[in-house]
């Protein structure tokens, strides 16, 4: 997003590290690397949230490789089985009730609804087109963690000239794990949206948040590094 005042400390730190930077646009444009063909070494003994990753992995490829989807009068259709097989993963309220934190307790039911669209939107205008740009680029599974309800896939992906840490934060809901933030390179996505929306929020007001965002999934999507 490039109206003034979209800036986050996030988004300035990944400009200043060009690898970061280069690491966020590949990793992020992926939506999490769902969409990575060649799995590298995987946990000797995977629990439920790899699994969980590993399962969307393997469908979003199903589509990816389905020679018919390729066609270009069928390219609506193969983006609409994309996004609906990264959404069932992704739980998009959680991650847009951590990007407004204390905000997000001042909405009615149905604001919430309408934040949590528009942060879909955002998410999936911004990265459709970097989603089907995939080039073979490898997952390797590090390692997996667990505290209860939550739990962190750490991954890293490797391309041939970098390897970006990934790492994919879980909460287990309704018996299902569901993605509510996802590490790229150190910089958290929900953190880097939290740190900009908080400064509209600040200088301006929560409407004006709104409006940007609006405005913004109205267009097509921008090939830039910050939403």
């Not at 992704?90 to 934040?115: C, I, N, T, V």
């Not at 299902?176 to 933030?181: A, E, K, L, S």
Request: aromatic share 8%.
């Amino acid at each position: 997003m490039r109206e003034a005042g979209v800036q986050g400390e996030g988004a300035r730190a990944i400009r200043r590290d060009a690898k970061s930077r280069r690491g966020f646009r590949f990793a992020a444009g992926c939506v999490g690397a769902w969409l990575v063909l060649n799995s590298g070494a995987a946990l000797p003994a995977p629990g439920a949230p790899t699994e969980a990753v590993r399962s969307t992995l393997n469908e979003a490829i199903r589509i990816l490789a389905d020679e018919q989807l390729k066609k270009a009068d069928r390219a609506q259709e193969r983006r609409r089985l994309l996004e609906a097989v990264v959404g069932a993963r992704f739980s998009y309220e959680e991650m847009a009730k951590r990007a407004l934190a204390r905000q997000w307790r001042k909405l009615s039911a149905q604001e919430r609804r309408e934040f949590v669209e528009l942060f879909k939107t955002l998410l999936t205008n911004s990265y459709a087109d970097k989603i089907e740009g995939y080039s073979g680029e490898n997952v390797v599974y590090l390692s997996e963690r667990r505290e209860g309800r939550y739990a962190e896939v750490r991954t890293k992906v490797v391309s041939k000239k970098l390897e970006i840490p990934l790492d994919y934060r879980l909460l287990l809901n309704a018996g299902t794990w569901r993605v509510y933030d996802v590490i790229v390179d150190g910089v958290s996505l929900v953190k880097n949206y939290r740190g900009q929306f908080a400064r509209i929020i600040r200088t301006s007001s929560y409407a004006d948040l709104v409006e940007k965002l609006r405005k913004k999934v109205r267009k097509q999507p921008e090939q830039t590094d910050s939403p």
